[in-house]
């Protein structure tokens, strides 16, 4: 057992069986040289057992091949906007308005909308009922979120997602830095593994702006090292903020106005 790592919960909170499928659906790019997944060992409504990561250390060398691998994840694709992993429909958290994935059905026909509709407005809808936010700060959002509806921030996929002919990128869905761990296990050819995954079909620049956020060892070396096996499109920096602020407003809704001003002050360029 000391190899394996037990999370458990309880399924009227969230949903350890989706967990699992995305973990499962993300691990498919690996035969390719994809980024290394969490192993699925079983899973149950109450329990889902991992195969630990062997930590290491953050090293340069590493952060070159996770950029690789995670841009041939990426590239993987997904069939709609908001696409949960294969096989499995539902919501990472049971009851909650902010979920990722959603039916075909529902899919927008751009990322701006599917971003709009799906990932910011209902974290600031939780933010407002939280009364975190006054309503001309909700107002900054609601202009951001009407300009992404009408297409105003549309923008290539990276080059190895565009060649393979789809527009819909395979995403980690919460890839912050706590989420990207580093390995010294010698039969993980990148270095690195991912965990705890919100994966669904997006934009490959919110994983990357999700690793900026709130910092990442050698990020300089993983986004240049993805550049170079998957050219990013232009102004791919100037849309990191937007790409952010639907976590922000996520962190809003959970822990205050201590998060108001850093999503304010992303999203005021955008209005």
Known sequence: MNDLFVKRGTPDTSSLLGEAAALRWLAEAE?????????????????????QVKPGPATRQAADCVG????????????WWGAPPTGWQGSYLIAHTATPTIREADAPSIWGAFFAEFRIMPYLLLAADAKVLDSNEVAVFERVAERLKSGDFEASQPAMLSAAGTGVARIHGDLWSGNLLWSSDPANPVGAALIDPMAHG??????????????????????AAYDEASSLAYGWRDRIALHQLAPLLHH???FGRSYAAQALAAAKPYM
Do not use: K, N, W, Y
Not at 31 to 51: F, K, N, Y
Not at 68 to 79: E, R, S
Not at 202 to 223: N, S, W
């Open 68 to 79: 690789t691998a995670l841009a041939i994840t990426h590239a993987a694709g997904a069939p």
């Open 252 to 254: 809003c809704a959970l």
């Open 31 to 51: 035969a390719a040289g994809g980024m290394p997944i969490a192993e699925v060992v079983s899973v149950s409504d109450a329990e889902l057992v991992e195969r």
């Open 202 to 223: 997006g934009h490959a620049e919110t994983d990357l702006a999700m690793l900026a956020l709130f910092g990442c060892p050698h990020l300089d070396r993983i986004v």
